[in-house]
């Protein structure tokens, strides 16, 4: 399911930037939203379905975690929105202008997303999960387990501004808003 | 630096599992160790060195979050042994046979590794990392500033084996080891 477009040692690598990497969706998000927003991604639920070439067992025990990590493309990123430098979060000018790789925005280079979710439950070939922030269709790229030992050991620390943009981002939505 | 090689829609997308889509290295990984090894990668240091297309303003900013949360190419891993389906977690029988997305070993579909690092320090086009558990060379597809809210909101839960198996992952590798 995946290959490499290129040549073949770390120094060839090293010394061609332009190398390409394909990948193969392993699944699809099935998902209420068909259109990305910023915010109010608290409670939503989604399923992941699994790709026509692999079997149901890649999902065994993966309800035993409380969490999956899901890697998504995010498809509906326009290629000429891509942001390569730097630029002001959500273009919003009351916060500084920080690099594309100090921001989660999905116009980025190679538009991957990566979210933790709740595992609600799963279903042969089917993982349903809480909290997903992608819209219906998204193209899925890996599940993986999320482990205590995986996540930061240490105090994580951040800038005011990324507090300030999170603050509605896992609220729920307004029933009347939907 | 990203393109779909595919059609356009979801419904299309849905249709065509074998729809592949194409990612750049957006940096390179400096590192000590040349080949995978399962554990010890507590205190080890690495760089990651933006591509030749991006400018250095890609990283402003990135020194003020704690951590950062980068994806990469799981590159030493080699085609033949991606597993698809269940197996036992590092082939250790002690431990349940598990679905591939219940595991994160890199013989995985689309080897994409994604691991949460603590950040070191920023010189112009270059990320110092600690406890990225990559080899030398690795392509890096995205850098992530880690932002307390996307972490899980509920206590995380996961069976006993991905405790034992996490053990000495973050140990320090003993000085008269290296």
């Known amino acids: 399911m995946f290959r490499r477009s290129g040549a073949n040692s770390n120094n060839v690598l090293r010394n061609n ?3 390409e990497w394909t990948v193969t969706p392993i699944g699809i998000v099935s998902a209420s939203r068909a259109h990305p927003e910023d915010d109010n991604w608290g409670a939503e639920e989604s399923s992941i379905v699994l790709a026509d070439g692999l079997p149901d067992e890649a999902l065994d025990g993966i309800d035993t975690f409380s969490h999956v990590e899901i890697l998504f493309v995010l498809h509906d990123a326009a290629a000429a929105q891509i942001v390569t430098g ?30 933790i979710c709740r595992v609600v439950r799963r279903d042969a070939r089917r993982l349903d999960v809480a909290e997903l922030d992608a819209i219906d269709g998204t ?19 951040q800038p005011q501004w990324s507090h300030e943009l999170m603050a509605a981002y896992w609220q729920r939505r307004h029933p009347t808003n939907r």
Chains 1, 2 share one sequence.
């Open 139 to 157: 193209p899925v790229l890996d599940i993986k387990p999320v482990m205590q030992e995986f996540l930061p050991r240490e105090p994580v620390s």
């Open 86 to 115: 730097a630029r002001h979060p959500r273009n919003n000018v009351a916060w500084p202008k920080v690099g594309i790789f100090a921001q989660r925005g999905k116009n980025r280079p190679n538009r991957i997303g990566s979210t």
């Open 17 to 19: 930037p332009a190398m």
